[in-house]
């Protein structure tokens, strides 16, 4: 099993560049998770998606971000122009939920993302 | 409302010496609840988890957990640190009945002194 993957591990751009962050899901997994961590805020949860479909992106920070799932293997989260306050590491996690969620979440390596 | 409460920013120990790290947490429902563990520049890996079943909770690494419904309480111990358990630790609440997402903790980092 290859666990929650994510690309890149490192990026490093100039304010006012896209930056997209992708993930894939552990296979047979049907809730997806985006989190950011800051030493300011800790952990928090951006936006997931339970088969597909985004159920609450309530933790989205504003409009500049944004999140798809295009399919049950596939995730991106987008920001369109990126700050140097967004700088942070941006964490995918997937788990496989038959009654909703709750259960375990397996986290990706992370995307240490730093916005000059 | 759910919510989590990690006690302790910042736990220091010696080699060879119990760990204790503490969490209380706040749930209208039954709780789901985890510890994860994250060494540096690493992603977060789960610990042990308690769901309804057992109240005392094994993990991996010789942690454990006991869920106590009347205090509240669900904190994580060892009974012997070693060098390889420093890392920031993270208690994690979910609504089970409600169907809500998992509610991290900010988190205590252990730090652990030969």
């Known amino acids: 099993d290859a666990g929650v993957i994510q690309s890149p591990r490192h990026e490093v751009t100039e304010m006012g560049q896209e930056v997209t962050l992708r993930c894939k899901p552990i296979?047979?997994?049907?809730?997806l998770f985006w989190y950011r961590q800051t030493m300011m805020r800790g952990l928090e949860l951006l936006i997931y998606?339970?088969?597909?479909?985004?159920?609450?992106d309530s933790g989205m920070p504003e409009d500049r971000f944004s999140a798809k799932m295009p399919n049950a293997s596939f995730s991106t989260l987008k920001i369109q122009p990126s700050e140097p306050r967004d700088s942070a590491v941006y964490f995918c996690a997937s788990s496989f939920s038959s009654q909703g969620l709750g259960e375990t979440q397996y986290f990706g390596p992370g995307t240490r993302l730093l916005v000059l | 409302a759910q919510s989590v409460t990690q006690l302790d920013s910042h736990v220091s120990v010696s080699e060879g010496t119990p760990v204790l790290l503490r969490c209380n947490y706040s749930?209208?429902?039954?709780?789901?609840l985890f510890w994860y563990v994250q060494h540096p520049n690493k992603g977060l890996q789960l610990l042990l988890k308690?769901?309804?079943?057992?109240?005392l909770v094994k993990g991996i690494n010789g942690f454990e957990a006991e869920f106590k419904k009347s205090e509240t309480s669900f904190h994580l111990t060892k009974p012997s640190a070693h060098m390889s358990d420093a890392a920031e630790y993270f208690c994690v609440v979910s609504d089970r009945g409600a169907g809500t997402a998992l509610i991290f903790g900010k988190g205590t980092t252990l730090s652990v002194s030969s």
């Open positions: 296979s047979g997994h049907n809730s």
């Open positions: 998606f339970n088969n597909n479909v985004p159920i609450d």
């Open positions: 749930s209208s429902y039954s709780p789901s």
């Open positions: 308690y769901t309804s079943a057992a109240t």
